[in-house]
C-alpha cells in the first residue's frame, strides 16, 4: 500500500546507507531561500566532506553569487541545464509547485529525490505516481524528510500496529500565519490571545497551510494516514517560536512529545535543515545508528 510504502519511505530516510558507499554523494538542489541557503553553507565546510552540493537551481537569476554557492557549484534557472549536472540526489527545498512539475522526471532517470515540501503529497495521484515510480526497478528513491517532526522512529514503529489516537497541535507567532486562510478568521496583527485558526484532519490542514503544516502531513504519512491525524492550528501571540505538542495512544503504548523549536523564519523552524544535512549524512553513512 502507499502508506505502508511511504513509512519504509520514512524509515530509509532516517536510517539507510546509501546505495553511493565509498564515494561521496552528489547533491543537485532545487531552491535557495533560508532552508537551501542553510544547507549549501553547511555543506561546504568539512564537516559534510561526504556530501558533496554539484549544483543549483533557483527561479530567478542573482545579482551576485551568493556566498553559500562557491564558484564549482553550478547555479542556474534552466531546468535542463540542471538535469543535466552530475548529482546522485536531489534535494528539494522549492515548494510543493516544483514538485508537482518536475518530481516524477527526478525518479523516472533513477535519481534519489529528497523532499521538504510534504504536503504537496495531499494530493493522492501525486503521490501514488511517485510511489509506482520509485517501486519501477530501474525508478530512483523517494524520500521524506523528517523536517520538524519530531519522534517519527517511535511513532512509524508504533503505527505497525494499532493506534487508538493521535493529535497534533502546532502553535505560532501570528506574524506565522500571515498570506494563509487565518487572515479571513482573525485579524492577526491586532491578536491578543492564542487563537485556534483550524482544527481538522491533516489532509485538509496540510492542503490550506501548506507552507506551515508540511509536518502534519509527514506524521500522517508515517502513521495514520492523512484523513486520520487530528491537527489543530493556533495563532499565539506568546509563543517564543513555532511549537508542535504531539500525543499518540496504541497498542505499542503511549507518547506525548512538545517541542519549542528555534525560528529560521516566521513560518520555518531551524531544525528542517538540520533534518535535511542529517538525512544526507545517513545516506552517504556506511554505519548508521537507529535503523
Known amino acids: 500500500s502507499v502508506s505502508h510504502h511511504i513509512t519504509s519511505i520514512l524509515n530509509l530516510n532516517m536510517a539507510q546507507p546509501s546505495p553511493t558507499n565509498g564515494r561521496q554523494i552528489r547533491v543537485g538542489m ?155 478568521k482573525v485579524d492577526l496583527k491586532s491578536l491578543q490571545e492564542a487563537t485556534t485558526i483550524f482544527e481538522g484532519p491533516a489532509r485538509e490542514a496540510a492542503a490550506q497551510f501548506p507552507k506551515n503544516a508540511n509536518v502534519a502531513a509527514t506524521l500522517a504519512l508515517a502513521t495514520v494516514g492523512l484523513d486520520q491525524l487530528k491537527v489543530r492550528l493556533v495563532a499565539d501571540p506568546q509563543a517564543s517560536g513555532p511549537m508542535s505538542q504531539i500525543k499518540l495512544k496504541g497498542k505499542a503504548g503511549e507518547i506525548s512529545i512538545e517541542v519549542k523549536g528555534a525560528a529560521l523564519t516566521q513560518r520555518t523552524s531551524r531544525i528542517v535543515p538540520l533534518s535535511v544535512l542529517k538525512a544526507l549524512r545517513n545516506l552517504a553513512a556506511s554505519k548508521v545508528v537507529g535503523v
Open 30 to 184: 532545487v531552491g535557495l531561500g533560508a532552508i537551501g541557503s542553510y544547507v549549501a553553507e553547511a555543506l561546504n565546510t568539512d564537516r559534510y566532506d561526504s556530501v558533496r552540493l554539484v549544483s543549483v537551481l533557483v527561479q530567478t537569476e542573482r545579482s551576485e553569487r551568493p556566498s553559500s554557492c562557491p564558484a564549482e557549484v553550478l547555479l542556474t534557472t534552466d531546468v535542463e541545464q540542471f538535469f543535466s549536472s552530475d548529482w546522485d540526489v536531489c534535494v528539494e527545498v522549492a515548494g510543493q509547485p516544483w514538485l508537482k512539475q518536475h518530481a516524477a522526471r527526478v525518479l523516472k532517470v533513477g535519481r534519489s529525490l529528497l523532499v521538504t515540501s510534504v504536503g504537496a503529497f495531499t494530493d493522492d495521484a501525486l503521490l501514488q505516481e511517485l510511489t509506482s515510480l520509485s517501486e519501477s526497478p530501474s525508478g530512483g528513491r523517494l524520500l521524506i524528510a523528517a523536517g520538524a517532526m519530531p519522534g517519527i522512529d517511535w511513532m512509524s514503529s508504533a503505527a505497525l500496529e494499532d493506534i487508538e489516537e493521535l493529535t497534533l497541535e502546532q502553535r505560532k507567532r501570528p506574524e506565522g500565519w500571515l498570506g494563509t486562510p487565518a487572515e479571513a
